[in-house]
Structures are given as C-alpha cells and as structure tokens.
C-alpha cells in the first residue's frame, strides 16, 4: 500500500474534520425544515474520462443534478450549481416554475451559477482547482458555517475542492471509492453475505485473466458464457461477454488446464462488447490501466436486473430509499437505459434487506451518503427469485434523479413496509424514467423547441394531480437527439402511458414533412433588425 506524505496527510484529516460538521446540516439536503443552508452542487463526473466517453452526450450529464434546484422549494435555502460550460436559461426557467408555492424570482434570486466555460475532457472540480479566481469567488458566495457539497461521485479532486473551500463534502472520502469498484462490490458482498455469481479477484493484464476465468471454469464446469468486466466500468459500458461455448470441448475434464485457458486467451479478440466501437486492442489496454475481473454470466429464461438504492448518513444510519426494476439495452442487456418504480412487488423487500445488509458493511468501512447495489433476478416459479447481487454504485446514479424529483415534487415519503412512495395525500405514485430517448430525427431540437412542444401539448408535470413529465438532459437534444424523462403516475400504468404520449408527441412533432416553413404558419415571431 502507497504511504501518504505529510501535506496528503494533513489535506486527509483537514477532509475528516469538515466531515464531522455534516451531522448539523446533512438533513437540510432533503428536508423542507425552513433552516437556513447554503449547498453547493458540484455535478463532476470525476471517472475515467476515457471510460465516460462511451456514453453519447456525456458532456451534458452536469445537468443530471438539477433535481436539486428544487431544494429552492425552502425559503432560506441558497443554491450554487457549477457546470464546465453556462446552462441554458429556459433550462433552468424549467426547474424554477416546478417550484409549488414559492415566486420565480425569489428562487431564482437564491440560485448562483457559475461556470469554467471549459468543454475538455477533465473532471469539472479539476478545472475549478485550476482556476484560483472561480475557487475564490465560488468560496466569498458561501457562508461557511452554514455550508455543504454535494457531488455527483466522490475522487480526489472533490477531496482537495472540499478542503480548499473549507465546505464538507456530503459524499464518501475519496479513499473509500474502492468500494464501488467492481472488485470491491464482490469483496463486500462476500463480507456482507449477500449473494453473487462466482467470480474473479482483480487482474491487470490479459493473461491472469485468462487464468482467473479458466480457474472460474473449472469451478463451474457447466458454465457456458463469462462476463469480463472492467474494474471500474461505467453503466455497464465496460462490459465483455466471452462465449465459452466454441471450446467446449476444452472444459474442465476434457483437456489440460493449460490448454484451456490458451484457449480462452484466444477467445478474448472475440468477445461480445457492449460499448459501441469497442475493440479487444483496446478494452486489452484498458485492463492495465484500470484492473478487470472474470464473473459467471448468470443463465435464466426470465431475467430481471432490479437494484436497491440506499444512505448512510453522517450519524452511521443506514436508510433504503428506494427499489427499482432497471431497463437495460446494448448486444446484451448490460447497458442502463432507464428504470421503472418500484421494483416489483415479488422480490422488492428482498432487495431491502440485502441492501441493509450492504448499507450496514459499508458504513463500518467508513462510507457516507448515496449507495446502489445492481441484482440479477432469475425466475424460478411460483413467484420465487434467485437474487444475485452484481456490483454497488457508491455515487448518485441513473435511478438517483428521478427519485429524488419525485421526492422533492411531492414531499412524500418511502413506506418501508411496502416498498411505495406515497404522496402528502397518500396515494401511491409510480413512474419510468430513463436517461436514453435517443432517435435520429429529435437531433436540432432546441431546448427552447422543447418548451413550445412541452406547453402545447401540455406535457408538463402537474403539482395539482402530482403526475406527468420531468425533463432532464436537455442540452443533449440538439446535438445527440438524446433526451432524460421521468414520467410520473398514481400506477403504474398511468406511467406507462404518460411516457407514451412524451414519446408519441415527440415522434409527431418531428416527422419529416413537417420540417418546413408552413409549420410555422401559426405563429407570429418578431422579427429584430440590426440598426
């Protein structure tokens, strides 16, 4: 293990010590108390750069936290939200008039957002490090005792942002991210005695792993198809499938050990990617930069892929949020597209307890904040489920915006003992979500196209009946044709079919034919001249 030198030394207990000032003002995060807070939003997608690039539109997944400029819904909240390059406006116009109750402008008057007008590809909260006058500003805009960060994932440049602003970061430390890797999910699913598929320790080149997964093989001499994955992978873009079915003539008791995994070594070139354009030269490179694990591919005629959301908070506490079903895409369903709420009824409360299980192991290696644990259900019959737990988010993921939308929009609450979210006035609500409607023909959409097509047809969320449409990720859909959506109901159906009509809408306000100047027929612009 690498030894800290002294200023990292004194840069990690500066950290702790702003940490312990959390448990006085954490609960503001999610509270409508009326007590004053300043929280500042760093939305940092502090991954591998490399990595995050497989996902189309990921220079716009800042805007997945704006969920939290609903929190303005208090009155004595104060909000600054940072992204790389400005927002545009009818985006954040967007989020302020969901506020029920509390005037545009005074919102609007408790929101700072500031902005590195950088578009590279580097962490945000490095390219605030990098420029001392933003820090500075960023640091006189926040009464410190009343102070706290939130971010999207926790790494050493939230770490070192954290203690040159002198605000607590609301995340885990930087050193405990290991947990979220894919072999630390496996370490502490071992420890915590949850269920999960056979599998490998970390690797780092090519050829341990064609011994772990040979060694996987002849512990599992039935297996037929092995998932590679890369340690610390995202949204399942890091994945490999390998198809052991063309060796098996190679499996355990019918050829050497050292036949089979020169075997599997060749076999690597010839894997199913699930990111797009992926390549064996590539993804091979990959595993000695990042580490990477074999796991057994877990077989099942009907297969779901549910995970459980989870908080501990400052005080030890460890709280389940919610569960969901997750929609999954790409060559094998490993890619998350979106989710549905809440996970069904037949293993929802299973996912509760393996995600206290999980929840009570990371608080005691020290861990703060969001976590998700991912599962694959297998049906077994009479609504029986083999659960197998498959890695741990320990960061705000797919299914963290959406729920907390929801959450924010309704001030509800999360009944435990059925595994709903019931509104103020007691009706259960549902939705679907996803950060993916992606179709060719919404590309050159503006986001101010957006808002005419969201008031015309009324699609709207409506804080009277609490149910229809959340927007997200609207920067995307000029240029990606890539949308975010959270289609909220009082069943799941009704969700169902609010998604439906967002995507129907859609379709027909960008059919081809419509794409000339008579569209326009109906509306009066003005027209400005330059004098």
């Known amino acids: 293990m690498a030894t800290l030198n002294i200023s990292e030394l004194e840069q990690v207990e500066k950290f702790r010590d702003l940490q312990l000032t959390l448990s006085e003002r954490w609960k503001t995060s999610e509270s409508f108390d009326n007590s004053e807070a300043d929280i500042l939003i760093i939305p940092s997608l502090s991954l591998d750069q490399r990595e995050l690039q497989k996902i189309e539109g990921c220079e716009h997944y800042e805007e997945r936290l704006l969920f939290s400029l609903i929190r303005l819904q208090n009155p004595r909240t104060r909000l600054v939200y940072v992204t790389s390059v400005p927002l545009h406006p009818s985006i954040i116009d967007y989020y302020l008039q969901l506020l029920p109750?509390?005037?545009?402008?005074?919102?609007?008057?408790r929101l700072l957002l500031l902005s590195t007008y950088d578009s590279s590809l580097k962490p945000l909260s490095q390219k605030i490090l990098e420029r001392p006058r933003l820090l500075k500003r960023i640091?006189?805009?926040?009464?410190?005792?009343?102070?706290?960060?939130?971010?999207?994932?926790?790494?050493?440049?939230?770490?070192?942002?954290?203690?040159?602003?002198?605000?607590?970061?609301?995340?885990?430390?930087?050193?405990?991210?290991?947990?979220?890797?894919?072999?630390?999910?496996?370490?502490?699913?071992?420890?915590?005695?949850?269920?999960?598929?056979?599998?490998s320790e970390k690797v780092w080149n090519h050829t341990d792993l064609a011994e772990a997964t040979g060694d996987l093989w002849e512990r599992q001499p039935t297996l037929q198809r092995v998932v590679v994955k890369l340690n610390e992978g995202i949204s399942g873009e890091g994945n490999a499938l390998l198809d052991l079915r063309p060796i098996e003539h190679l499996a355990p008791s019918k050829a050497t050990h050292a036949q089979r995994v020169e075997a599997i070594s060749d076999r690597f070139s010839t894997m199913r990617f699930q990111a797009k354009q992926e390549?064996?030269?590539?993804?091979?490179?990959?595993?000695?930069?990042?580490?990477?694990?074999?796991?057994?591919?877990?077989?099942?005629?009907?297969?779901?892929?549910?995970?459980v959301q989870g908080r501990i908070t400052?005080?030890?506490?460890?709280?389940?949020?919610?569960?969901?079903?997750?929609?999954?895409?790409?060559?094998?369903?490993?890619?998350?597209?979106?989710?549905?709420?809440?996970?069904?009824?037949?293993?929802?409360?299973?996912?509760?307890?393996?995600?206290?299980?999980?929840?009570?192991?990371?608080?005691?290696k020290g861990t703060l904040e969001r976590f998700g644990v991912d599962f694959i259900a297998v049906d077994q019959g009479n609504k029986e489920w083999d659960i197998q737990a498959i890695e741990i988010n320990l960061r705000k993921g797919g299914t963290t915006h959406p729920f907390m939308t929801l959450k924010l929009l309704t001030n509800g609450r999360y009944d435990l003992s059925?595994?709903?979210?019931?509104?103020?006035?007691?009706r259960p609500k549902y939705y679907i979500a996803t950060d993916n409607l992606q179709k060719e023909r919404y590309r050159g959409l503006l986001p101010n196209d957006l808002m005419d097509i969201i008031a015309h047809q009324r699609l709207h969320f409506d804080s009277g009946t609490e149910t229809g449409t959340v927007f997200h990720l609207m920067g995307c859909l000029s240029q990606f044709g890539k949308l975010g959506l959270t289609s909220i109901g009082d069943s799941p159906q009704q969700a169902q079919d609010i998604y439906n009509k967002v995507v129907k809408v859609l379709d027909e306000e960008t059919r081809s034919e419509n794409h000339d100047f008579s569209a326009f027929s109906d509306y009066s612009f003005p027209v400005v001249w330059d004098e």
């Open 101 to 109: 109750g509390i005037p545009f402008s005074h919102a609007r008057n």
């Open 139 to 199: 640091h006189q805009s926040l009464r410190l005792d009343k102070s706290f960060m939130i971010c999207y994932n926790s790494s050493q440049w939230e770490g070192e942002l954290s203690v040159k602003l002198g605000v607590p970061l609301y995340a885990a430390a930087p050193n405990l991210q290991i947990w979220g890797t894919k072999s630390g999910s496996r370490e502490i699913f071992k420890e915590s005695g949850v269920p999960h598929p056979d599998g």
């Open 279 to 307: 390549s064996w030269e590539n993804f091979s490179g990959r595993i000695g930069e990042l580490g990477a694990i074999s796991e057994a591919f877990v077989d099942g005629k009907i297969k779901r892929s549910p995970s």
């Open 314 to 364: 400052p005080t030890g506490e460890v709280e389940i949020l919610s569960t969901h079903d997750q929609i999954l895409g790409g060559p094998d369903g490993h890619i998350y597209l979106g989710c549905r709420f809440p996970a069904d009824e037949s293993y929802r409360l299973q996912l509760q307890q393996l995600g206290l299980q999980v929840g009570r192991k990371l608080a005691e």
């Open 418 to 426: 059925t595994g709903l979210f019931y509104s103020q006035q007691g």
